[in-house]
């Protein structure tokens, strides 16, 4: 009879369904490639890598249960989707991650990123470092007292939907967001405002910014330099739109020279980060954090490597 019983019970067990054993991506470690590959790759050096790396790692830890995501390769993982125009699922596949889970990733490290905006995109704040600011663009081309150079530029978004979505789309017909920044010499982002829809003007952009408002309370001691976009202002130069004389031809030359550290501070960002210059296809609540945090990294990567032959390294 007990053998009976143990025959009934091992047949039990043999028919029960069997559970399906959970496979992993393989993992490979991306800091094991040669220099110049990893900066083609993740677009900053290895040291600069830590350095960020260590700047969100308490930000960004997660159940390390299983198989969980450790947060140099969060940050990887999120820096090769936004540098290299890879769609998300192709990022996945070379770090071993699932395509939601690049998702999440990316929005967990922009919002990490973003916490630290205060530290990374400020204006200069005391006197010497405004001077330093207004020396660096007297050098380009002799305008005085210019501490920095104001514009906007588009950054394309997926379409939206909605009563609003006629306000995302721009002049040229797209959906995006029109993003205001303020820059240095050395084509860091000191201001930035990434909050207004496509078809906003960027003189309104402007005129509701809080960094007009500081002008107009005088905490710098230089003024700004803008296109015809602008309204002339005391503390923002704009183009004389028909020079009637040698001075005020000189003038716009100045003017257009020193102001294109702006345009070039745009290309440089965009071409580190081509998610910028061909479009973003996260969330909208995504999608401001994001540019906010890819702003930080620009900063980072000139403070700490240059800007010098950074866009060979991104073509």
Not at 75 to 86: M, S, Y
Not at 145 to 161: L, N, P, Q, S
Not at 206 to 213: C, L, P
Not at 234 to 254: C, D, G, K, S, W
Request: proline content about 4%; glycine content about 6%.
């Amino acid at each position: 009879m007990e053998a009976v019983q143990a025959i009934a019970a091992i047949d039990m067990v043999e028919n029960l369904p069997r559970r399906r054993i959970k496979l992993y991506n393989a993992r490979a470690d991306p800091f094991s490639l040669p220099d110049v590959e990893f900066r083609s790759r993740y677009r900053f050096q290895k040291d600069t890598m830590n350095y960020i790396i260590d700047l969100v790692r308490d930000d960004i830890v997660v159940d390390q249960r299983g198989c969980g995501t450790t947060p140099e390769l969060q940050v990887l993982t999120a820096i090769r989707c936004w540098g290299r125009r890879e769609v998300q699922d192709d990022a996945g596949e070379l770090h071993g991650l699932s395509q939601p889970t690049v998702s999440r990733i990316c929005a967990r490290v922009a919002r990490a990123l973003a916490r630290h905006s205060a530290t990374f995109i400020k204006m200069p704040e005391t006197v010497p470092q405004q001077e330093a600011t207004i020396r660096q663009f007297h050098e380009i081309r002799n305008f005085p007292t210019v501490i920095g150079c104001i514009d906007c530029t588009h950054i394309r978004i997926r379409k939206y939907g909605g009563d609003a979505a006629q306000y995302y789309i721009n002049r040229k017909g797209y959906y995006s967001l029109n993003v205001q920044v303020v820059c240095d010499a050395t084509l860091q982002i000191m201001d930035l405002v990434a909050r207004w829809r496509g078809s906003t003007h960027d003189s309104r952009i402007f005129t509701d910014s809080s960094i007009k408002q500081r002008f107009e309370r005088r905490e710098f001691r230089g003024r700004l330099l803008g296109d015809s976009g602008y309204r002339l202002e005391p503390y923002l130069f704009t183009p004389i739109t028909r020079p009637q004389n040698v001075a005020e031809e000189h003038y716009n030359e100045a003017h257009i020279s020193t102001r294109n550290t702006i345009e070039r501070c745009f290309g440089v960002w965009k071409q580190r980060f081509q998610c910028l210059l061909h479009g973003m296809s996260v969330k909208m609540e995504n999608i401001k954090p994001t540019i906010v945090a890819l702003a930080i990294l620009h900063n980072i990567a000139i403070k700490r490597e240059g800007q010098i032959g950074t866009i060979l390294f991104y073509l």
